[in-house]
């Protein structure tokens, strides 16, 4: 190892024309890192394969992994990446965006529980909720402004009232 930091790293290279030590310390070179952890979990975790998640979960390999944040996806299509050398954990990707890291409880001894996945159900419907009411209430504004003038609702006139609806008609055959 002397050798190689007392030799090589200081003598002059025959392409760069400079010693590899020198010219790193100049910081010619500079390794493009991962924008996130996620994205460096991208890179070192290449199986990856596609899962439904179910209610309880996702199933892989007989084992079934849980997370809270999964409560909120049952029945997307995601993509699962994971280390082959340790199944315990999975992380797990919807739409190309990372969501949550599930973990299998039989391996990892980590404890999900009911009352935190019903929680978590109820926090995702209401987030869907209050998405799709800002969305139509947007769609009815749109509408609103791009009608023409005659489909506009105008406001209801109210009948005048010295008009008497309590005549009775007579007929001439009666």
């Not at 100049?26 to 890179?43: I, K, M, T, V």
């Not at 209610?55 to 909120?72: E, H, N, P, V, W």
């Amino acid at each position: 190892m002397p050798r190689l930091l007392d030799e090589y790293h200081n003598r002059i290279h025959s392409e760069t024309t400079e010693p590899p030590q020198k010219r790193w310390e100049n910081g010619a070179f500079l390794p493009r890192l991962p924008e996130s952890p996620q994205s460096l979990d991208l890179l070192l975790l290449t199986v990856s394969k596609t899962r439904r998640i179910q209610k309880d979960g996702i199933r892989f390999q007989g084992l079934r992994y849980m997370s809270i944040t999964l409560a909120g996806y049952v029945g997307e299509d995601v993509i699962i990446r994971y280390d082959p050398r340790d199944i315990a954990e999975i992380y797990v990707y919807h739409k190309e965006m990372f969501i949550c890291r599930a973990i299998c409880q039989e391996l990892s001894g980590e404890f999900v529980g009911l009352k935190d996945i019903i929680a978590a159900r109820n926090r995702h419907k209401r987030e869907l909720n209050n998405v799709l009411t800002e969305h139509s209430k947007t769609i009815e504004r749109f509408i609103d402004v791009h009608k023409p003038e005659f489909l506009r609702e105008k406001p209801v006139e109210e009948p005048n009232q010295h008009k008497s609806d309590t005549t009775i008609k007579s007929y001439s055959n009666e």
